[in-house]
């Protein structure tokens, strides 16, 4: 079986920083009420930017069978 890519959210660890915004290169993600949130998924390209420059791991991939 093939396994994918899904961009997970963990908003407890999540302080409101930005640097996942700065660093999508496809405008995915917004900060609302100092927590990031995924604004266009449809425009992720599972790059894994958001996650290499998460300093809290409030942002990943995960593997999910599909």
Same mark, same amino acid.
């Not at 809290?56 to 999910?64: K, Q, R, S």
């Given at each position: 079986? @093939?396994? @994918? =890519?899904? #961009? %997970?959210?963990? !908003? /407890?660890?999540?302080?409101? $920083?930005?640097?996942?915004?700065?660093? %999508? !290169? /496809?405008?995915? #993600? +917004? #900060?609302?009420?100092?927590?990031?949130?995924? =604004?266009?998924?449809?425009? %992720?390209? =599972? %790059?894994?930017l $958001?996650?290499?420059?998460? !300093?809290? &791991? /409030?942002? &990943? #991939? +995960?593997?999910v069978e599909?």
């Amino acid at each position: 079986m @093939a396994s @994918a =890519k899904e #961009l %997970c959210i963990e !908003p /407890a660890y999540c302080k409101g $920083c930005g640097y996942c915004i700065e660093f %999508c !290169p /496809a405008d995915v #993600l +917004e #900060l609302v009420n100092d927590k990031v949130h995924i =604004k266009n998924i449809d425009n %992720c390209t =599972k %790059c894994g930017l $958001c996650e290499m420059r998460c !300093p809290d &791991y /409030a942002i &990943y #991939l +995960e593997e999910v069978e599909g």
